[in-house]
Every structure is written in structure tokens, then in C-alpha cells.
């Protein structure tokens, strides 16, 4: 809360929806390194602060950024490293191009040996995911699909997505989760794609959506999922809504998480070796003391105050050693 303003104000998710509005305004190449915060899970690859470098691109498709991200990864690696070959963690990893590329569903066709696309009613799909044998756990997320897209956005988080250890690009994501992406020719899907390394995401990236009709209804089904339970739907930005009413020109976004990225150049097992103050849990209890305080007098007595006048705290007594006070000659030092 701003008490000036006497307003609230929010951690920013991203900042990709005012490098829109400067691509509505009329710049055609814009981007932004900068911090922003997720209220998520806080393990090896997650800090609920982190940097994300996010571009934007008018006229150009997720065709060109996927092109554009291997070149981007390709560069860096040749400048920071020397080379295109990384070691990580035993393994290793090499992001000269052209990367590996999967659809969506092929992906899940690769790591699973089954195909979304058979699937035609949401109990199908459903049986089909349980089928896998993921952990309880996990199937909890499962229950709270209602559309076949979320139960193939399911499978493919739960199963394929720890397998991509190789720099690999996942494209044509499913409509369900994907509400600021521009419709593939197929419906079902979206030009949206994002690319995975040592089984972590790096980024999120695809041709945006331009049409506010069709943005409006995509937020409206976002707010049906946030009922639902996941916590990941989108907000509906009607300041967003009302920019690109304006006119938003074909425009591919791109996005890397920079925090990701240094940890695959530098080998480290853990976000938090590549950020200065990573979050942590607090230590809440207080350790309590495994004994009982000492009863013992710790007070200096009269015989050593008389051999050490000077002493007003700490002293050891070594029985069997005499010690003598000498008197120096020269002032020392």
C-alpha cells in the first residue's frame, strides 16, 4: 500500500504487458532486464525473486524467436565460455544450434508412449494420465482439470519435462494454459514454445494474441480456472485489453530466465549458488539448550586477582604448572 497515493500496488509477475503497450505505441523492437517475483514452490530451480531478461519483436512470428533464442543462447555461451559445450552437473550439454524441437504432443508421444490426441472425452484422458503411475501427489493436480488441453499440460509437467536434459524446444502448447498466445491452425493449440535444459524451463515465449474479442474471452476462462484452483491462471488486465483495442501489430515475445541460464553456464546444482540473497525459510524455533544452565561460581577469586591485578574476565586454572607474573624490561611493541 502506497500511503501518498493511498493506493495498492503489487509485485510485478513479468513485465512483458508494458513492452506491449511501447510496441502499441509505436516501437517495434523493445526489451527489458529486470526483477519480478512469483508466489511459488522455493526448491532447486525456483526463488520467488528472480531476473528475467523478456523482448518484444513486431512483425515477426514464434518461428523467428525460436531462431532468435538459439542464437541468443549459441552467442552467450561462445562469449562467457568459449565454447557451446557445457558440462553440467556430469553430464555433457550443448546449446550450439539448431537445439532439439518437439510439438507439444509429441513430446508426450516421445516420453510416454501414448498420444493426446487420441484422447476424445476428459475421463479418457484422465484414466490415460493416471496410467502412468505418478504419485499421489502429484495426481492431486489432475483432479482439478476440467478440459482435455489441462490433463495434456498435466502429463507433459508431471512426466516429460524432467526428461529434457538436452537444450530442447517444446512448441504448440495447448490453448487451456496458454491465454496470451495466438491460435496455431489447429484450435486446440497455440503458436506458443518454450525451452527446457537440464529438466528445468527456461523460458516462456510465443506469437502474441492481438485480437481483443478473443483475448476478453480467454481472460473470461481464465477466471473460471482461478475458481477452480489453479493458481497459475491469468489475470484479466483490462488496461492491457483497452491498449491493443488500439491496434497491436503481429508481435513475437520472448522471454529467458537469466538465473537459469547462469546456472547452466556455471555448473551450479542450485539457484540459489547463482543469486547474492536467495529467499530461505526462516528459522522460526529457537533451539532450546540440551543441558541444564551450570551451577558451578565462575567468579574470579581473591588468590588469582592478587597474582593477576589487571584480569576482569576469564581465566583458566592448569593444575600442576605454576605460572609467574615477569616484569618486562623495555615496554614492548
Given at each position: 500500500h502506497h500511503n501518498v497515493l493511498d493506493c495498492d500496488f503489487y509485485l510485478r509477475i513479468s513485465d512483458e504487458m508494458y513492452l506491449k503497450r511501447l510496441i502499441v505505441g509505436g516501437f517495434e523492437k523493445v526489451y527489458e532486464i529486470t526483477k519480478v517475483f512469483r508466489n511459488e514452490g522455493v526448491d532447486y530451480d525456483h526463488n520467488p525473486e528472480f531476473t528475467m531478461f523478456e523482448a518484444m519483436i513486431a512483425?515477426?512470428?514464434?518461428?523467428?524467436?525460436?531462431?532468435?533464442?538459439?542464437?541468443?543462447?549459441?552467442?552467450?555461451?561462445?562469449?562467457?565460455?568459449?565454447?557451446?559445450?557445457?558440462?553440467?552437473?556430469?553430464?555433457?550439454?550443448?546449446?550450439?544450434?539448431?537445439?532439439?524441437?518437439?510439438?507439444?504432443?509429441?513430446?508426450?508421444?516421445?516420453?510416454c508412449?501414448?498420444?493426446?490426441?487420441?484422447?476424445?472425452?476428459?475421463?479418457?484422458?484422465?484414466?490415460?494420465?493416471?496410467?502412468?503411475?505418478?504419485?499421489?501427489e502429484k495426481l492431486k493436480g489432475l483432479e482439478k482439470t476440467s478440459k482435455i488441453g489441462e490433463v495434456i499440460a498435466?502429463?507433459?509437467?508431471?512426466?516429460?519435462?524432467?526428461?529434457l536434459i538436452?537444450?530442447?524446444?517444446?512448441?504448440?502448447y495447448?490453448?487451456?494454459?496458454?491465454?496470451?498466445?495466438?491460435?496455431?491452425?489447429?484450435?486446440?493449440?497455440?503458436?506458443?514454445?518454450?525451452?527446457?535444459?537440464?529438466?528445468s524451463e527456461l523460458?516462456?515465449?510465443?506469437?502474441?494474441?492481438?485480437?481483443?474479442?478473443?483475448?476478453y474471452q480467454r481472460f473470461v476462462e481464465e477466471k473460471k480456472r482461478e475458481k477452480a484452483g489453479?493458481?497459475?491462471?491469468?489475470?484479466?488486465?483490462?488496461?492491457?485489453?483497452?491498449?491493443?483495442?488500439?491496434?497491436?501489430?503481429p508481435t513475437c515475445g520472448i522471454a529467458i530466465g537469466i538465473d537459469r541460464m547462469v546456472m547452466l553456464f556455471t555448473?551450479?546444482?542450485s539457484i540459489k549458488e547463482v543469486i547474492l540473497f536467495p529467499t530461505l525459510r526462516p528459522e522460526n524455533v529457537v533451539a532450546k539448550p540440551k543441558t541444564s544452565p551450570s551451577t558451578k561460581d565462575y567468579s574470579i577469586s581473591n588468590e588469582v586477582r592478587q597474582k593477576f591485578p589487571g584480569i576482569s574476565f576469564a581465566y583458566t586454572i592448569i593444575k600442576g604448572v605454576k605460572i609467574k607474573k615477569r616484569q618486562c624490561s623495555k615496554p614492548r611493541g
Amino acid at each position: 500500500h502506497h500511503n501518498v497515493l493511498d493506493c495498492d500496488f503489487y509485485l510485478r509477475i513479468s513485465d512483458e504487458m508494458y513492452l506491449k503497450r511501447l510496441i502499441v505505441g509505436g516501437f517495434e523492437k523493445v526489451y527489458e532486464i529486470t526483477k519480478v517475483f512469483r508466489n511459488e514452490g522455493v526448491d532447486y530451480d525456483h526463488n520467488p525473486e528472480f531476473t528475467m531478461f523478456e523482448a518484444m519483436i513486431a512483425f515477426e512470428d514464434y518461428e523467428y524467436g525460436m531462431d532468435l533464442i538459439e542464437e541468443i543462447f549459441e552467442h552467450s555461451a561462445k562469449k562467457v565460455l568459449g565454447k557451446t559445450k557445457i558440462n553440467f552437473q556430469g553430464k555433457e550439454l550443448d546449446v550450439k544450434r539448431p537445439w532439439n524441437r518437439y510439438k507439444y504432443v509429441e513430446a508426450i508421444q516421445k516420453f510416454c508412449q501414448i498420444n493426446p490426441l487420441d484422447w476424445k472425452t476428459l475421463a479418457e484422458a484422465k484414466l490415460a494420465a493416471k496410467a502412468l503411475n505418478t504419485s499421489s501427489e502429484k495426481l492431486k493436480g489432475l483432479e482439478k482439470t476440467s478440459k482435455i488441453g489441462e490433463v495434456i499440460a498435466f502429463v507433459f509437467e508431471e512426466v516429460v519435462e524432467e526428461k529434457l536434459i538436452e537444450p530442447t524446444i517444446i512448441y504448440d502448447y495447448p490453448i487451456e494454459i496458454s491465454p496470451l498466445a495466438k491460435k496455431c491452425s489447429d484450435p486446440r493449440f497455440t503458436q506458443r514454445f518454450e525451452m527446457f535444459a537440464f529438466g528445468s524451463e527456461l523460458g516462456n515465449n510465443y506469437t502474441e494474441l492481438n485480437d481483443p474479442v478473443d483475448l476478453y474471452q480467454r481472460f473470461v476462462e481464465e477466471k473460471k480456472r482461478e475458481k477452480a484452483g489453479f493458481e497459475e491462471a491469468h489475470q484479466t488486465d483490462y488496461d492491457y485489453l483497452e491498449a491493443i483495442e488500439h491496434g497491436f501489430p503481429p508481435t513475437c515475445g520472448i522471454a529467458i530466465g537469466i538465473d537459469r541460464m547462469v546456472m547452466l553456464f556455471t555448473n551450479a546444482p542450485s539457484i540459489k549458488e547463482v543469486i547474492l540473497f536467495p529467499t530461505l525459510r526462516p528459522e522460526n524455533v529457537v533451539a532450546k539448550p540440551k543441558t541444564s544452565p551450570s551451577t558451578k561460581d565462575y567468579s574470579i577469586s581473591n588468590e588469582v586477582r592478587q597474582k593477576f591485578p589487571g584480569i576482569s574476565f576469564a581465566y583458566t586454572i592448569i593444575k600442576g604448572v605454576k605460572i609467574k607474573k615477569r616484569q618486562c624490561s623495555k615496554p614492548r611493541g
